[in-house]
């Protein structure tokens, strides 16, 4: 059962804040304002595997000040009791897309007919409302790579750095780039004289169109560059990926590559992609090359339990590639594509239900939460910022009801989440008194 308590009408959860300080992580003066400590019955370090027992953890300012078990609790701090818990850091989703939520009905899950029936501007409260869900479920940073309308996700990573409402970290790519078409089959008549992929997507074929679309999603909040490799019999070519690898390199940003073919992914391998989305193509040759130059492994293993969304047989491949991928020491994230509505569940709880396949594929538990944690942060570049529970890093944290290291079940039952140093939920119960506001409180746009 989901429990919402608004201090106010609905809408007004659009008027929220996420501190400045908190967004850019570490820099900049010492901290002030009210301290809040936290005592953590278990604080879980998913670096090492760790956990340590009756821990105290102290916030100022959006940050993590102190924490461990000799910490002492200054005598003005507002203290919040998590005794009972395990706290642990945020969780990673490194591949969503909250501005599309296609559906058995209208659209018999084809997300086509959703990017026709609805707009941008629809799509962009969808994403809102998702964020909200993702973070609920404790997902406090996703990577969201295209299929968000236009520049839907770019709007929600500003309205929330601005303050406008709470929600995760966005690590956003703006258009997906790709050739004519990009992942759409569509006649010529509605490519040509109606544009209908865009902007869907953004197409590039040629040198000089390569380097205007990744300028393009730089200029509209690109903060990752997102290619589809090989959407077409064609794709991209070693060198073509490589010029989206230097065109990006000049505005600091990585590239991620969609792959569907085993060919493609040779080619992103060969051209030193950031990482690899999606991971039907992949096998153990791949696979070692993959870890050999350090490429992230994006995998989406969608689990079977998501009845319609998988088959049998490609559940099958699926676990086996992952397991594959696990031995094979390939960099691994946790990461679901679940870009669609399951009836009952909230988009947080559709992300998480993503750790069946890692169970089934008998990945260690203290893995698994490594891949949800660390690892996302270094494939989305924050872990400097964000992410671990250590003074000067931004105050982003969850705690379970359970251990998730005797258990990764224990992550369908998110108790609390502090975001940025406030309380988004406590008890189960998402609260966002403490958000709101009647304006954008961060005038200056913090660095993600």
């Given at each position: 059962?989901r429990?919402?308590?608004?201090?106010?009408?609905?809408l007004?959860?659009?008027?929220?804040?996420?501190?400045?300080?908190?967004?850019?992580?570490?820099?900049?003066?010492?901290?002030?304002?009210?301290?809040?400590?936290?005592?953590?019955g278990?604080l879980i370090?998913?670096?090492n595997?760790?956990?340590?027992?009756?821990?105290?953890?102290l916030v100022?300012?959006?940050?993590?000040?102190?924490?461990?078990?000799?910490?002492?609790?200054p005598?003005?701090a507002?203290?919040?009791?998590l005794?009972?818990?395990?706290?642990m850091?945020?969780?990673v989703d490194?591949?969503?897309?909250?501005?599309l939520?296609?559906k058995?009905?209208?659209?018999?899950?084809?997300?086509?007919?959703?990017?026709?029936?609805?707009?941008s501007?629809?799509?962009?409260?969808?994403?809102a409302?998702?964020?909200l869900?993702?973070?609920?479920?404790?997902?406090?940073?996703?990577?969201?790579?295209?299929?968000n309308a236009?520049?839907?996700?770019?709007?929600?990573?500003?309205?929330?750095?601005?303050?406008?409402l709470?929600?995760?970290?966005?690590?956003?790519?703006?258009?997906?780039?790709?050739?004519?078409?990009?992942?759409?089959?569509?006649?010529?008549?509605?490519?040509?004289d109606?544009?209908?992929?865009?902007?869907?997507?953004?197409?590039?074929?040629?040198?000089?169109?390569?380097?205007?679309?990744?300028?393009?999603?730089a200029?509209?909040?690109a903060?990752?560059?997102?290619?589809?490799?090989?959407?077409?019999?064609?794709?991209?070519?070693?060198?073509?990926?490589?010029?989206?690898?230097?065109?990006?390199?000049?505005a600091?940003?990585?590239?991620?590559?969609h792959?569907?073919?085993?060919?493609?992914a040779?080619?992103?391998i060969?051209?030193?992609?950031?990482?690899?989305?999606?991971?039907?193509?992949?096998?153990?040759?791949l696979?070692?090359?993959?870890?050999?130059?350090?490429?992230?492994?994006v995998?989406?293993?969608?689990?079977i339990?998501l009845?319609?969304h998988t088959?049998?047989?490609?559940?099958?491949?699926?676990?086996?590639g992952?397991?594959?991928?696990y031995?094979?020491?390939?960099?691994?994230?946790?990461s679901?594509?679940?870009?669609?509505?399951?009836?009952?569940?909230?988009?947080?709880?559709?992300?998480i239900?993503?750790?069946?396949?890692?169970?089934?594929?008998?990945?260690?538990?203290?893995?698994?939460?490594?891949?949800?944690?660390?690892?996302?942060?270094?494939v989305?570049e924050?872990?400097?910022?964000?992410g671990?529970?250590?003074?000067?890093?931004?105050?982003?944290?969850?705690?379970?009801?359970?251990?998730?290291?005797?258990?990764?079940?224990?992550?369908r039952d998110?108790?609390?989440?502090?975001?940025?140093?406030?309380?988004?939920?406590?008890g189960?119960?998402?609260?966002?008194?403490e958000?709101?506001?009647?304006?954008?409180q961060?005038?200056?746009?913090?660095?993600?």
């Amino acid at each position: 059962m989901r429990r919402f308590v608004w201090s106010s009408p609905l809408l007004a959860a659009a008027l929220a804040i996420a501190p400045l300080a908190a967004q850019g992580g570490g820099a900049g003066a010492p901290p002030t304002g009210p301290i809040t400590a936290i005592r953590a019955g278990r604080l879980i370090d998913p670096e090492n595997g760790s956990v340590t027992r009756n821990a105290v953890i102290l916030v100022q300012g959006g940050r993590f000040t102190a924490v461990g078990t000799d910490v002492a609790v200054p005598t003005a701090a507002k203290v919040i009791d998590l005794s009972k818990l395990t706290v642990m850091p945020g969780l990673v989703d490194s591949h969503n897309h909250l501005a599309l939520t296609y559906k058995e009905d209208p659209e018999r899950n084809d997300y086509y007919i959703t990017y026709i029936k609805e707009s941008s501007e629809l799509r962009a409260i969808q994403a809102a409302s998702n964020g909200l869900q993702m973070l609920s479920g404790g997902f406090t940073i996703v990577r969201d790579l295209g299929n968000n309308a236009n520049y839907a996700d770019v709007a929600l990573r500003q309205a929330i750095e601005a303050g406008w409402l709470p929600g995760p970290t966005m690590v956003t790519s703006g258009l997906i780039i790709g050739g004519m078409g990009g992942q759409f089959s569509p006649t010529p008549t509605m490519a040509l004289d109606h544009n209908i992929v865009y902007p869907e997507y953004l197409e590039a074929d040629t040198h000089d169109e390569i380097i205007k679309a990744v300028r393009q999603n730089a200029l509209f909040g690109a903060r990752v560059i997102k290619i589809c490799v090989d959407c077409k019999r064609w794709g991209y070519s070693t060198e073509e990926i490589q010029l989206f690898i230097s065109e990006a390199a000049k505005a600091g940003l990585k590239v991620a590559g969609h792959v569907q073919t085993a060919a493609g992914a040779q080619r992103a391998i060969d051209a030193g992609i950031w990482s690899i989305e999606h991971a039907s193509a992949l096998n153990d040759t791949l696979h070692k090359k993959m870890a050999a130059k350090g490429i992230w492994r994006v995998g989406t293993e969608t689990p079977i339990t998501l009845v319609g969304h998988t088959s049998a047989a490609a559940y099958q491949r699926t676990v086996a590639g992952l397991k594959n991928a696990y031995e094979n020491k390939v960099p691994l994230t946790y990461s679901t594509d679940a870009d669609y509505y399951v009836p009952g569940k909230t988009r947080g709880e559709v992300a998480i239900e993503f750790i069946k396949t890692w169970q089934d594929a008998g990945v260690p538990n203290a893995e698994v939460l490594k891949a949800l944690t660390i690892n996302g942060y270094k494939v989305s570049e924050l872990e400097t910022r964000r992410g671990p529970i250590k003074p000067g890093m931004a105050a982003d944290l969850i705690a379970l009801s359970e251990n998730p290291l005797e258990s990764l079940d224990a992550l369908r039952d998110v108790q609390f989440v502090l975001k940025d140093g406030l309380v988004y939920k406590q008890g189960g119960v998402i609260l966002v008194g403490e958000f709101l506001h009647g304006g954008p409180q961060n005038i200056r746009r913090a660095a993600v």
